[in-house]
């Protein structure tokens, strides 16, 4: 019963790591991608990073989908602090947005 145990606890073992070994192989580094594939992964990263900045109520861009100008960087439209957007309270109050937005509500989204 003992050797059933330790057998069963060393598979166990044995198959844990050999899981965390090809996951750490099988994804690749970001320093391995191409520059499109780094590209692309970034975008994906920053769009997400957008998604959640919004559904957790500092991001308050007025366009769909949102603006990625008040993100990325420090502006008067976020209020010097990159990752917000306060475009949409910006509309409220008769004020104007981001360039980025501004051109999106012109083109009619």
């Not at 594939?37 to 994906?44: G, K, L, P, T």
């Not at 976020?78 to 957007?85: F, I, L, R, V, W």
Request: proline share 4%; with cysteine; net charge negative.
């Amino acid at each position: 019963m003992k050797k059933y145990l330790i057998i069963t606890l060393l598979l166990i073992s044995i198959g844990i790591g050999l899981g965390v070994v090809i996951s750490y192989y099988s994804s690749a580094q970001f320093e391995d991608l191409s520059s499109e594939e780094m590209h692309e992964q970034i975008i994906d990263h920053r769009n997400f990073a957008i998604k959640k900045a919004t559904a957790s109520g500092i991001y308050n861009c007025c366009i769909g989908p949102p603006c990625t100008m008040c993100y990325m960087e420090a502006n008067e439209w976020n209020n010097h602090t990159p990752g917000t957007c306060a475009c949409e309270d910006l509309i409220a109050q008769g004020k104007e947005v981001c360039p980025q937005c501004i051109r999106q509500i012109l083109r009619g989204y």
